[in-house]
């Protein structure tokens, strides 16, 4: 298992509109939260994407707030089911969104994020129109990031724990292995997955990452390279044991216990 938490490129802005994105989706899913169960689910239904509402003649119960679907595209993008996925998405964001925004700039920084949100929720109903499921998550929107960053930054380095039994491990590991095996995990998991059934929206997934890929080449700054080189040194290893802290309620052996 791996995890990455960081990469070896360094600030060359202040990414405030990385910052800001990551607050909003922090803030909209403690509003979740404070709704209860049932009124969670209920804004989930208001305020997520569902492509039934908007390609099919699917309707929201009329007993819940009506939202113009179109803006569901929007609102959609800042909300989560559960805690663990907001915590993966922001992770993502937090690693690859800051180069990318000062690749682009604050202002079309923010356009991208959106763009790619709006097209990864256009993949997921091209695949699925008729589904009444509703899509929540920044997801989509991480994607296109994701796709930008593999654009700019191939062989850039991202920081990974890897565990491994009683040793966790971190390793640097380029970009592009890192982001070709996340997208190669959506493409295998969406070939198998029912687009119509609750869980992953994983079209959306690879919608938003095309965009974004496709996207970055139009949007970045002029002087902003692509295929940009790595500033550490790839494959570099860190190996950690995990100690095993004695004492507690084990008597250590050679030691008389409590009972004899």
């Known amino acids: 298992m791996f995890l990455p938490f960081k990469d070896d490129n360094p600030h060359t802005t202040t990414p405030y509109v990385n910052y800001a994105l990551i607050a909003v989706c922090v803030l909209v899913y403690l509003w979740q939260f404070s709704l209860g169960p049932q009124g969670g689910q209920a804004a989930i239904y208001v305020f997520g994407f569902t492509p039934g509402f908007l390609f099919g003649d699917a309707q929201l119960d009329p007993r819940l707030p009506q939202v113009p679907q179109l803006m569901t595209m929007f609102s959609s993008m800042f909300m989560h089911g559960g805690f663990l996925h907001l915590g993966g998405n922001m992770l993502y964001l937090w690693i690859f969104g800051d180069n990318i925004e000062a690749s682009l700039g604050h202002l079309r920084y923010l356009l991208f994020y959106l763009i790619c949100g709006v097209a990864a929720a256009f993949a997921q109903g091209f695949v699925a129109p008729l589904s009444e499921i509703p899509m929540v998550g920044a997801s989509g929107a991480v994607s296109g990031i994701l796709g930008a960053y593999l654009i700019l930054h191939p062989r850039a380095n991202i920081r990974v ?64 390279r692509v295929f940009d080189a790595p500033h550490s040194r790839a494959f570099a290893v860190e190996r950690r044991p995990i100690r095993v802290r004695r004492g507690g309620s084990v008597p250590r052996a050679g030691r008389r216990g409590p009972w004899g």
Request: proline content about 5%; aromatic content about 18%; charged content about 10%.
């Open 161 to 224: 724990f890897v565990v491994l039994i009683i040793f966790f491990t971190v390793v640097n590991l380029p970009a592009f292995i890192v982001l070709g095996f996340w997208f190669g995990g959506q493409l295998l998991s969406s070939a198998m997955a029912d687009p119509n059934e609750p869980g992953v929206a994983f079209m959306a997934h690879i919608g938003g990452f095309v965009v974004g890929a496709a996207l970055i080449f139009f949007m970045k700054k002029k002087g902003v």
